[in-house]
């Protein structure tokens, strides 16, 4: 077996523990809110407005494993127009009875106004990177979350010639547990 076949065995040991072991007693979450903040890919910040959604399934005792999905608008400005920046993750994740933090890889898809040191326009294309959100629900399933995604853009972009993207938005969230 080669370097890289001991390295997915090993993987597997750690991973596969995990995911078979008992689940806590509660079943699957959904969460769903609306989120502003700021995207930041090239030299010019951007408003960052959209709506998340995510599932959780616990695996063993408060452990989670969770999909989220962050579909981010970029309302036009006077100098560029509108944008979609969509970051899809799969987190691992602590959680408790008031609250939820999470973190893992994502990846992105984007069409979005941009620019660079030299020159502006529109990029567009496939990006990967990580994602890490916590949420604190301070009055039953109403809460606030934040959500942190750093990913790298423009790949092949005369534009973005591998620019580091960062995208924190915050807002609130509400949650649905299914027993």
């Not at 390295?7 to 523990?17: M, S, T």
């Not at 007693?25 to 959604?53: D, M, N, W």
């Not at 993750?89 to 959680?95: E, H, Q, R």
């Not at 040191?117 to 994602?131: D, K, P, R, S, Y």
């Amino acid at each position: 077996m080669g370097k890289r076949g001991r390295r997915i065995a090993g993987a597997a040991l750690v991973v596969l523990p995990v995911l078979a072991g008992p689940a806590q007693a509660g079943a699957s979450e959904l969460s769903a809110g609306v989120s502003f903040g700021g995207l930041q890919a090239g030299t010019v910040p951007r408003l960052a407005v959209g709506p998340h959604a995510g599932i959780s399934w616990p695996i063993q005792r408060s452990l989670l494993f969770t999909v989220h999905d962050l579909c981010t608008i970029l309302p036009p400005t006077q100098e560029d127009g509108f944008g979609v920046y969509n970051q899809t993750s799969v987190d691992l994740g602590y959680a408790w009875k008031d609250g939820n933090v999470s973190a893992g890889p994502s990846v992105a898809l984007y069409v979005m106004p941009a620019c660079g040191t030299t020159l502006c326009g529109i990029v567009g294309g496939f990006a990967v990177g990580g994602h890490a959100q916590a949420s604190a629900y301070v009055a039953g399933p109403l809460g606030v979350s934040v959500s942190a995604n750093v990913d790298w853009v423009g790949r092949g972009s005369l534009v973005l010639p591998g620019y580091v993207s960062v995208v924190v938005v915050a807002g609130p969230v509400l949650r649905w547990s299914a027993k």
